[in-house]
């Protein structure tokens, strides 16, 4: 059975509107009978390998008994004919969303300073990952999410909340026996190899904050083409001298010689970004949602956008 505006795949949730559509499926805002709204991924158990699957719901199910306020949890998982659906909290949209907003209503990439403030809350879900042991991943290493890239980096209010853990591999783990795993251009290149290992997702989280605050201008034409990367996707030389040694760091083809931490590069950035920022953009919450509760720096003004356009989706989620 197809997906349609007021059906009901689970009892009590009826969707609502179709949020985005991909490869792995679709995800849709459902509205519960206690008129709170979440995030339904429906997962065709029939077209995608059942590793993926396991895979995903097995570390979700994990995270979401240890919780952390920077990674989307998981409600709940249903069985619905071929489908499998993931219960997830309901987002107001993601940092390629954000990013669309500031140059739809400001003319400009993302400021770096606010999107400094972003990148900090998605370093610290990730060093969690990074030192988290669970008895469902076989590893001694913590974990590394594998996929980071704008549209896995959902917004709920101010607060930035990590998504898409289909990937996520433990650090030192074989990932996959051919091809790489992840996303270009923030693939980092030990992905190619078919291995994660500390520092995997630094690399894809500086590729991200370029991205942010730039667009494509940093980045060889031949990153963004989608071919197998023969370098790194970033031309150091069009970043602005007081960031370059800080990105080539982050970027650098041997993982040990980036820094220790997520963090640690991100304060690193932080010594240097230092300029003021005009009045920050901020995604209109998704219907029947609000700001009430979440916490704000008091530096935000609310601007009011024309909905929020949803791309392509990912194992788990947007993106």
């Known amino acids: 059975m197809a997906q349609e505006v007021g059906l009901q795949p689970i009892p009590g949730y009826r969707l609502t509107k179709l949020l985005g559509a991909g490869a792995f499926g679709e995800v849709w805002e459902a509205e519960h009978v206690d008129s709170s709204r979440v995030a339904l991924k429906f997962l065709d158990c029939r077209q995608q390998p059942s590793s993926l699957i396991a895979s995903e719901v097995r570390i979700l199910r994990a995270l979401a008994e240890i919780k952390h306020p920077n990674i989307i949890p998981l409600l709940g998982v249903h069985a619905w004919g071929k489908y499998l659906i993931l219960v997830m909290e309901l987002a107001d949209g993601s940092l390629a969303d954000l990013h669309d907003t500031y140059i739809e209503t400001a003319g400009m990439h993302v400021p770096p300073d606010h999107a400094l403030e972003l990148i900090e809350q998605a370093a610290q879900a990730l060093d969690f990952l990074a030192t988290l042991r669970l008895p469902a991943i076989t590893t001694v290493r913590g974990l590394q999410h594998c996929d980071i890239k704008p549209s896995n980096l959902l917004l709920v209010g101010d607060r930035l909340k990590v998504a898409d853990f289909g990937l996520c591999s433990g650090s030192g ?100 970004i230092v300029q003021p920022r005009p009045a920050t953009p901020r995604l209109a919450p998704q219907s029947g949602q609000t700001s009430r509760g979440r916490r704000s720096s008091g530096r935000h003004r609310a601007v009011k956008f024309s909905p929020v356009r949803m791309g392509n989706i990912g194992p788990s989620g947007r993106g």
């Open 173 to 272: 783990s074989v990932t996959h026996r051919k091809g790489w795993k992840g996303t270009l251009p923030y693939a980092a290149p030990e992905l190619y190899g078919g291995a994660a290992t500390v520092g995997t997702d630094q690399f894809a989280l500086a590729v991200t904050f370029c991205e942010l605050v730039m667009g494509s201008r940093p980045f060889w034409p031949s990153a963004l083409s989608g071919d197998p990367p023969n370098g790194l996707p970033i031309d150091l030389t069009k970043l602005r001298d007081k960031e370059f040694p800080i990105i080539a760091r982050a970027l650098h083809p041997y993982p040990s010689s980036r820094y220790p931490t997520c963090m640690d590069f991100v304060q690193a950035l932080r010594k240097v």
